[in-house]
């Protein structure tokens, strides 16, 4: 069609190109997009059977593990950029390698692992050693303290540190004796709690902590032969199967039992006579 002697344009219905940047202008652009998406179609980081190295460098102790596809690329202004994930170097085992400049303390030395051996690690010797700790800990912490310390409640507390002992003995004939090996015997003191944690006035400090003492020793004869898997006797405390823990649940629980009362014993001993614990 001739429009005034020249051939009128095409429009959009006849296969014009539409209105934007030309061919021309945006070919540059287009270009480099298709390269782009090859490019990343052949990429290492598409590829399953991309290997990975690990390097290590000893000026600077950090190990380093390198996938073919991280090794330096070009941006677009032509910098090298890092792709490198630290790792511990393999001779380290699980403990992270050293790094140098790493904060210490100037003016404080960190305590040792008290309880078992630090080269103990059968969950059963853990287990019966910690227990073991709190209970000499329990006994130390009663060093020093006069009869009458021992047997006056401590306000505001409302208990006694001998009472404390004769509370902890009765615990141990519940959880190992009647619950672990359930044997037939009187489990609570006619009275109840409060005649578990009250020290009668005929009943002496050493009466006490030899009840105590006899007490832990039976418990010891049963814990030592069994392992943690072992299920409590029926019978006892636990009247059907699936009532009955393992051995292993009654030592955690009386582990964390004895540390709440022992840190109990730190604060009564200090409100007593000032004397602080661990």
């Not at 429009?11 to 997009?33: C, F, Q």
């Not at 010891?220 to 393992?246: E, H, W, Y």
Request: aromatic share 6%; charged share 20%.
């Amino acid at each position: 069609m001739l429009v005034g002697g020249r051939p009128a344009p095409l429009g959009p219905r006849h296969g014009a190109a539409p209105a934007g940047p030309s061919l021309v202008e945006g070919g540059g652009d287009r270009t480099r997009a298709r390269a782009a998406a090859s490019r990343a179609s052949n990429s290492p980081i598409n590829d399953p059977t991309s290997v990975a190295s690990a390097t290590y460098t000893e000026d600077t102790d950090q190990a380093a593990i390198t996938h073919s596809h991280d090794l330096p690329a070009q941006t677009h202004r032509g910098r090298p950029r890092k792709r490198a994930t630290p790792i511990p170097p393999r001779s380290r085992g699980h403990c992270p390698h050293y790094v140098h400049g790493m904060q210490q303390p100037q003016d404080q030395v960190p305590a040792l692992l008290d309880g078992p051996a630090v080269d103990v690690s059968d969950a059963h010797e853990l287990l019966l050693g910690y227990l073991e700790w709190y209970r000499n800990a329990l006994m130390r912490k009663l060093a020093d303290l006069s009869d009458d310390q021992l047997r006056t409640p401590v306000e505001p507390l409302g208990w006694s540190p001998l009472g404390l002992v004769q509370h902890l003995g009765w615990v141990e004939r519940r959880w190992l004796r009647w619950g672990f090996g359930a044997e037939d015997l009187v489990a609570y003191p006619p009275g109840g709690d409060a005649a578990e944690w009250t020290v009668a006035a005929d009943t002496s400090a050493a009466q006490v902590i030899a009840a105590y003492q006899a007490e832990v020793t039976i418990a010891n004869a049963r814990t030592q032969s069994a392992v943690l898997s072992d299920k409590a006797c029926i019978g006892g405390r636990f009247k059907t199967p699936d009532q009955a823990p393992s051995l292993g649940r009654i030592l955690f629980h009386l582990l964390q039992e004895y540390a709440r009362h022992v840190g109990h014993l730190d604060v009564a001993r200090e409100l007593i006579d000032g004397v602080t614990g661990e």
